[in-house]
């Protein structure tokens, strides 16, 4: 048996696994709404990432995206992206919206209502961020930078 076989096979993995990485970050690029035009949020401080369904009743892109924006100022966020997916959040969305707060280094994930997680904030999602919505801040494990809030700022 030979150590040094496995090292090949290892390095097409490692290959294959950052090809894949780069692939799945693209897509993501390529589906989310540009959000940085007009911010007046230090762009070098805590990111935030915008989360909206469109399988949620009544939902509307831009009204969704002005309340993601609102809610990121008002708590001290840039906000470089709004993640969108067509269906009910799933493993796979779950899945695509962590690696985008890992991409985006985002210390929150922004969403316009609780509907938009499928009714309840996934637990796994608060292993990596915060989770900010209209009257509720749960606070998460933020591996990335956050933002203080503002004194005498509250949801309502």
């Not at 090949?8 to 990485?21: H, P, V």
Request: charged letters at 20%; glycine letters at 10%.
């Amino acid at each position: 048996m030979n150590v040094n076989d496995g090292g090949t096979d290892r390095g097409n993995l490692y290959s294959e696994g950052l090809a894949d990485l780069e692939r799945i970050a693209k897509w993501l690029r390529a589906e989310s709404i540009d959000t940085t035009a007009g911010s007046t949020v230090n762009t070098e401080t805590a990111r935030a990432l915008g989360f909206r369904c469109e399988a949620v009743a009544d939902t509307d892109v831009a009204r969704d995206a002005e309340l993601i924006q609102a809610l990121a100022n008002r708590h001290g966020y840039a906000l470089p992206h709004i993640l969108t997916v067509e269906s009910r959040i799933d493993s796979g969305a779950l899945l695509a919206l962590i690696e985008r707060v890992h991409v985006t280094r985002a210390g929150a994930v922004i969403v316009p209502g609780m509907p938009h997680l499928g009714g309840a904030v996934p637990a796994v999602l608060t292993q990596v961020c915060s989770v900010i919505m209209p009257g509720h801040v749960v606070l998460g494990r933020s591996l990335y930078p956050t933002a203080a809030q503002p004194s005498g700022v509250h949801d309502r």
